[in-house]
């Protein structure tokens, strides 16, 4: 499975971003995509994951601000930031995993985002 990811940037503090990543290759019919993130000296730590049906798993610090979204029809998920803070700066990695016919967890090159006024 290859993950594509793109979106991340520079943006001030209560700004927003979108994160959207596209999968292809040996893909499922059950299978969860999503976010996890590493700020610089820490590991990484989930964000957000969506199944294809309607499971969603938000980390605590982020519910409430983030959405995650997924169109399956493109294999593709999305991250909405909104009102973002400047722990919320670090590299952004996009996640899949077949649930049915589990073959390994695959991630993206990861997106930079960064947040400071």
């Known amino acids: 499975v290859q993950l594509q990811a793109s979106g991340g940037g520079l943006v001030p503090p209560g700004g927003s971003l979108r994160l959207s990543c596209a999968a292809s290759?040996?893909?499922?019919?059950?299978?969860?995509m999503g976010w996890y993130r590493q700020a610089p000296g820490k590991q990484r730590e989930l964000v957000a994951t969506?199944?294809?049906?309607?499971?969603?798993n938000y980390a605590a610090s982020v519910k409430g601000r983030f959405t995650v979204s997924r169109d399956n029809a493109k294999n593709t998920v999305y991250l909405q930031m909104n009102n973002l803070k400047p722990e919320d700066t670090g590299v952004y990695y996009c996640?899949?995993?077949?649930?049915?016919?589990?073959?390994?967890?695959?991630w993206g090159n990861g997106t930079q985002v960064t947040v400071s006024s």
């Open positions: 996640y899949f995993k077949n649930t049915f016919g589990y073959d390994g967890d695959y």
């Open positions: 290759g040996r893909i499922f019919s059950i299978n969860v």
């Open positions: 969506k199944t294809n049906a309607v499971q969603i």
